[in-house]
């Protein structure tokens, strides 16, 4: 479908809150960040945890330009527990004294892992385990 420049920002607004309903999270809750990267746009989908105020990567895409991103982002989001298995990850932060888990889709164990370690330091959290759940 052919977006004219006007619309791209009507088309991408309108995709994103697809996203969030189908997600069932709030704005403040989902973020979407854009970057180029080798002549495609890059779209990462960063979850933020309402309780412990953390945030982790949900899923990335790359497409053609923005709206081709958010597009296959939302095929994925509308299939992906179909496709992925589900993951608990109990986890601290360095200087925190509490245990967090945190649940996690992924096809292996270190994507898991690296969705939980996205754009931080390794060292900044503490993993005690990984469990992958029983498919239902």
Do not use: C
């Amino acid at each position: 479908m052919d977006v004219t420049p006007s619309d791209v920002h009507v088309e991408s607004a309108r995709i994103q809150r697809q996203i969030e309903d189908y997600l069932g999270l709030g704005p403040g809750n989902l973020l979407f960040e854009f970057r180029q990267l080798d002549g495609q746009t890059r779209l990462d989908l960063i979850t933020v945890n309402p309780r412990h105020q953390q945030s982790f990567l949900f899923r990335y895409e790359m497409g053609h330009d923005k709206l081709d991103a958010l597009r296959k982002m939302l095929a994925y989001v509308q299939r992906y527990r179909d496709e992925e298995s589900s993951y608990t990850i109990q986890w601290r932060a360095r200087d925190a004294k509490e245990l967090q888990t945190s649940y996690f889709r992924a096809h292996n164990t270190y994507e898991a892992l690296d969705k939980l370690y996205y754009g931080r330091d390794l060292s900044t959290i503490t993993v005690f385990s990984v469990v992958l759940n029983p498919s239902s």
